[in-house]
T-cell receptor, first 115, second 109 residues
Framework: DAGVIQSPRHEVTEMGQEVTLRCKPI?????LFWYRQTMMRGLELLIY????????DSGMPEDRFSAKMPNASFSTLKIQPSEPRDSAVYFC?????????????FGPGTRLTVT | DAKTTQPNSMESNEEEPVHLPCNHS???????IHWYRQLPSQGPEYVIH???SNVNNRMASLAIAEDRKSSTLILHRATLRDAAVYYC??????????FGKGTRLSVIA
């Protein structure tokens, strides 16, 4: 398996523009997680899905952020409008299921820069 | 709240064993202990996880205290490529991973 695939790997955009990050989980994994990493706040869980259904989005910072999982092999994280403080590395991860028993596998991340 | 306590940083000489400690004094009987690491400019990488008994895999060993309130990740021979931030995590029930600050391991040639 190719592992978790994320695109784009790098994104530079201007403040106010819409940004869409994409993720393809490992085949057969039923849970998908979006994280954000900054120097100040470390790795933060934004939202996670189980069987394509959002389970917990309490980590989503504002209404400007939205995430979808239309099928088991694809998810998007959208920021509209983007702001400079959204600059971070965004990671997608997948797992057989959430919780204590199963390990998570992470993608390489998307480095977002908002100017 | 990562619910674990780790030293901020540790240093090791190359080809020496490394013991990375973690305290999780409030762990419940069904919580697994997970270890992940993050190499520079990469995403976190699964290392190992266990419940009660010690666990070994090709990357590392996990030694879990008898009372399960602490654990130690053991890298048997540190290499320069093992320099990373190591995260000890104990997810509960169906909750996903919550990352703390981890331990930054430096390996000296």
């Amino acid at each position: 398996d190719a592992g978790v695939i994320q695109s784009p790997r790098h994104e530079v955009t201007e403040m106010g523009q819409e940004v869409t990050l994409r993720c393809k989980p490992i085949s057969g994994h039923n849970s998908l997680f979006w994280y954000r990493q900054t120097m100040m706040r470390g790795l933060e869980l934004l939202i996670y899905f189980n069987n394509n259904v959002p389970i917990d989005d309490s980590g989503m910072p504002e209404d400007r952020f939205s995430a979808k999982m239309p099928n088991a092999s694809f998810s998007t994280l959208k920021i509209q409008p983007s702001e400079p403080r959204d600059s971070a590395v965004y990671f997608c991860a997948s797992s057989v299921a959430p919780g204590t028993f199963y390990e998570q596998y992470f993608g390489p991340g998307t480095r977002l820069t908002v100017t | 709240d990562a619910k674990t306590t780790q030293p901020n940083s540790m240093e090791s000489n190359e080809e020496e064993p490394v013991h990375l400690p973690c305290n999780h004094s409030t762990i419940s009987g069904t919580d697994y202990i997970h270890w992940y690491r993050q190499l520079p400019s990469q995403g976190p990488e699964y290392v190992i996880h266990g419940l009660t008994s010690n666990v070994n895999n090709r990357m590392a060993s996990l030694a879990i205290a008898e009372d399960r309130k602490s654990s130690t990740l053991i890298l048997h021979r540190a290499t320069l490529r093992d320099a990373a931030v190591y995260y000890c995590i104990r997810p509960s029930g169906n909750t996903p991973l919550v990352f703390g600050k981890g331990t930054r391991l430096s390996v000296i040639a």
